[in-house]
């Protein structure tokens, strides 16, 4: 089975905090995704990667940006924490092809920032 | 773009069935996918249309018409542990990468 962690379930930071949001995945899957969802609209794309060190900006990258140091980790960074990004983070990971639609995703990670 | 269209609620019966609709607009579509979060939890997968027809996996099945932009998640003898959030997500334009709608709350009563 495939396995995607999250470092953390539950997170509250204050605004203007950096935040480190760790995802780690253990099936060698080449791509990996950092969403953000919130009531009423769905999974939206911040940033994904394709391979160590590769990032792709998705539909809202703003505020946020990424690193992949290594395959099996993603992490999503927040720079200066702020109250419109309280949100529940998920990270997901799927294969480069073949059944690369098939995503597969963390527990998420609940953020409110103060 | 991309748009995604699915109901924001769907209310059925235990034992029933239920079907929720998805409409997309797109540009080199590929395929059609389904997931299914609960409260609280991760979305996980449940199917795939890249051609059209109907897929069976269970209860579960998923249709798929191209030439209409769309398609729908049919649960069958439905159970108090479908109630859920259902999403659609359809890939293309040489993307990899599945855009979501916004979700369908479906809610099963006893």
């Known amino acids: 089975d495939v396995k995607v962690t999250q470092s953390s379930r539950y997170l509250v930071k204050r605004t203007g905090e950096k935040v480190f949001l760790e995802c780690v995945q253990d099936m060698d899957h080449e791509n990996m995704f950092w969403y953000r969802q919130d009531p009423g609209l769905g999974l939206r794309l911040i940033y994904f990667?394709?391979?160590?060190?590769?990032?792709e900006k998705g539909d809202i990258p703003e505020g946020y940006s990424v690193s992949r140091e290594k395959k099996e980790r993603f992490s999503l960074i927040l720079e200066s924490a702020s109250t419109n990004q309280t949100s529940m983070y998920l990270c997901?990971?799927?294969?480069?092809?073949?059944?690369?639609?098939?995503?597969?995703f963390g527990p998420g990670t609940r953020l409110t920032v103060t | 773009g991309q748009s995604l269209e699915q109901p924001s609620e769907v209310t059925a019966v235990e034992g029933a069935i239920v079907q929720i609709n998805c409409t997309y607009q797109?540009?080199?579509?590929?395929?059609l996918s389904w997931y299914q979060q609960h409260d609280g939890g991760a979305p996980t997968f449940l199917s795939y249309?890249?051609?059209?027809g109907l897929e069976e996996t269970g209860r579960f099945s998923s249709f798929l018409s191209r030439s209409d932009s769309y398609g729908y998640l049919l649960l069958q003898e439905l159970q108090m542990k479908d109630s859920a959030s259902y999403f659609c997500a359809v890939t293309s334009g040489g993307s990899y990468i599945p855009t979501f709608g916004r979700g369908t709350s479906l809610i099963v009563h006893p």
């Open positions: 990667s394709y391979d160590v060190k590769m990032k």
């Open positions: 997901a990971s799927s294969l480069i092809s073949g059944r690369s639609y098939e995503q597969y």
């Open positions: 249309n890249g051609l059209d």
């Open positions: 797109t540009s080199g579509f590929y395929g």
